[in-house]
T-cell receptor, first 108, second 114 residues
Framework: GENVEQHPSTLSVQEGDSAVIKCTYS??????FPWYKQELGKGPQLIID?????GEKKDQRIAVTLNKTAKHFSLHITETQPEDSAVYFC???????FGQGTRLTINP | DGGITQSPKYLFRKEGQNVTLSCEQN?????MYWYRQDPGQGLRLIYY???????QKGDIAEGYSVSREKKESFPLTVTSAQKNPTAFYLC?????????????FGSGTRLTVV
C-alpha cells in the first residue's frame, strides 16, 4: 500500500520566518496532494491542495510544491504568525493514508 | 451551512460497554471515513464507506463496527473487544474515494474509558 513519510515531526520557527514541511510518498499513481491543518482539540481542515499537472500552487502565505520525479510535495508557510501554530498533515488520499503530522510552533 | 457533525464531543465509557459515536453529513458526499487519533500521533483508518450499505475495514478495524444505512450517516460502535479505546475519533467525508477528493472532517469525539 501507500507509504507516506512526513518531515520534520516537530518544527519551531520565529514569528515572521518561513516554515517548510515535506511529505514523501511511494505510489507513483498518486495525483492529488492535499495538506491539512489541525488545531488543538479540533478536526483537521484542508488548507491547500495541488494536482499532478501543476508544480506549485499559492494561496496568500501558504504554498504547496510538487516534485513527481522525486515523489515528494512540500508545504511552505511564509511570514509565519502565532495562529499558524498547529499540527499539519499531508495525505495522498488515493490510499486513505495520512502522514504522521508535523507540530509547528511559532515563537513570538 | 453544509458540514459534518460528530456527537457527542466527549464520551465516557465503562470497561465492557459498547458505545456508539454519531457522524452525520449534509454535504451529499458519497464516501465517509472513521479515523482514530492517539495523543501526539497521526490518523489511523478504522473503517470507510464508499456507498450506502457497503463499507471496508481500515488498518485498525478490530474491536469496531460500523453501518451505512443512509448516505448522510456513518455511526461507529466501539465494542468491548477494543482493548484500548481511549482516543480522539474523527469522522470525515468526501465526494469519492478516488484520487481527486479532499476530506471534510468533523470536530471529533473524545472517548475515555473509566
Amino acid at each position: 500500500g501507500e507509504n507516506v513519510e512526513q518531515h520534520p515531526s516537530t518544527l519551531s520557527v520565529q514569528e515572521g520566518d518561513s516554515a517548510v514541511i515535506k511529505c514523501t510518498y511511494s505510489d507513483s499513481a498518486s495525483n492529488y496532494f492535499p495538506w491539512y491543518k489541525q488545531e488543538l482539540g479540533k478536526g483537521p481542515q484542508l488548507i491547500i491542495d495541488i494536482r499532478s499537472n501543476v508544480g506549485e500552487k499559492k494561496d496568500q502565505r501558504i504554498a504547496v510544491t510538487l516534485n513527481k520525479t522525486a515523489k515528494h510535495f512540500s508545504l511552505h508557510i511564509t511570514e509565519t504568525q502565532p495562529e499558524d501554530s498547529a499540527v499539519y498533515f499531508c495525505a495522498p488520499p488515493q490510499k486513505l493514508v495520512f502522514g504522521q503530522g508535523t507540530r509547528l510552533t511559532i515563537n513570538p | 451551512d453544509g458540514g459534518i457533525t460528530q456527537s457527542p464531543k466527549y464520551l465516557f465509557r465503562k470497561e465492557g460497554q459498547n458505545v456508539t459515536l454519531s457522524c452525520e453529513q449534509n454535504l451529499n458526499h458519497d464516501a465517509m471515513y472513521w479515523y482514530r487519533q492517539d495523543p501526539g500521533q497521526g490518523l489511523r483508518l478504522i473503517y470507510y464507506s464508499q456507498i450506502v450499505n457497503d463499507f471496508q475495514k481500515g488498518d485498525i478495524a478490530e474491536g469496531y463496527s460500523v453501518s451505512r444505512e443512509k448516505k448522510e450517516s456513518f455511526p461507529l460502535t466501539v465494542t468491548s473487544a477494543q482493548k484500548n479505546p481511549t482516543a480522539f475519533y474523527l469522522c470525515a467525508s468526501s465526494t469519492g474515494t478516488g484520487a481527486h477528493y479532499g476530506y471534510t472532517f468533523g470536530s471529533g469525539t473524545r472517548l475515555t474509558v473509566v
